[in-house]
């Protein structure tokens, strides 16, 4: 069998991504995935946190809930989207992403625990301090870490932002999540939210994408998904 990549698109502040996040998890333990992120929220896309913010998102979140079965907490619900100082930026939690991987290879690790804290503690995961305690939350090196995001934050994270929309382009991809599988330079589009509260049937199906050997350019379409 030929070398294959796992390519995840995705966006910490995206609710479909962490309606998926059972399947990277799956996924991981099949072949390799990398990470890219796609900016959802950030520059003039930031949103503070208002009860019209509110009223767009809950529909959402009751969909996801009802197709992944991912909790969604009072913590969150009733917490962090009714608190006027919060502000919803995907800049913050994609360099604390990246750091994570440069120091330990755990960025999917922290991403994962970032989106635990945001959809279920009600945590803001733009702020520092937040960041830095989830970071440690999972083990990370607390001056490793810090000299990371500090190098990573600002010009290295919007360059990976603007890498992860080429490949978006690349792979014909419409919004987060979308994965996509490597074998050879050629990508093959996996549609991730067919099989989402599916994860016995999303293992077996992937596994059987990956020793199939063989690969064919296509778009990625996936059923749902939040568009940059």
């Known amino acids: 069998m030929s070398h294959v990549t796992l390519h995840y ?8 991504c962490y309606g998926a996040a059972p399947l990277i998890q799956i996924a991981r333990g099949i072949a390799p995935v990398t990470a890219h992120a796609g900016g959802l929220m950030v520059g003039d896309a930031r949103r503070p946190v208002t009860p019209a913010l509110a009223k767009f998102v809950k529909p959402h979140d009751m969909n996801i809930a009802q197709l992944s079965g991912q909790p969604f907490g009072d913590a969150y619900t009733q917490g962090l989207l009714k608190d006027a100082g919060a502000m919803f930026d995907s800049e913050p939690p994609i ?17 994962a625990r970032l989106q635990t804290a945001h959809y279920v503690e009600g945590k803001r995961i733009a702020d520092v301090q937040v960041l830095q305690a989830l970071a440690a939350d999972i083990g990370l090196d607390a ?35 979308a994965l996509s ?25 992937l596994a059987k994408q990956i020793a199939a050997d063989t690969g ?12 940059p």
């Open 9 to 16: 698109l995705y966006d910490p502040l995206c609710g479909w």
């Open 95 to 111: 360099t604390a992403v990246l750091a994570a991987e440069q120091v330990a290879q755990r960025g999917l690790d922290l991403l």
């Open 143 to 177: 001056a490793g870490f810090d000299k990371a995001f500090a190098q990573l934050a600002g010009a290295a994270t919007r360059a990976h932002i603007d890498a992860t929309r080429a490949l978006m382009d690349r792979m014909h991809a419409q919004g987060f999540p």
């Open 181 to 205: 599988l490597e074998r050879n330079g050629i990508f093959t589009p996996l549609d991730i939210t067919a099989y989402f509260g599916k994860p016995d049937a999303w293992r077996d199906w």
């Open 216 to 227: 064919t350019k296509d778009d990625v379409t996936t059923s749902a998904g939040c568009k």
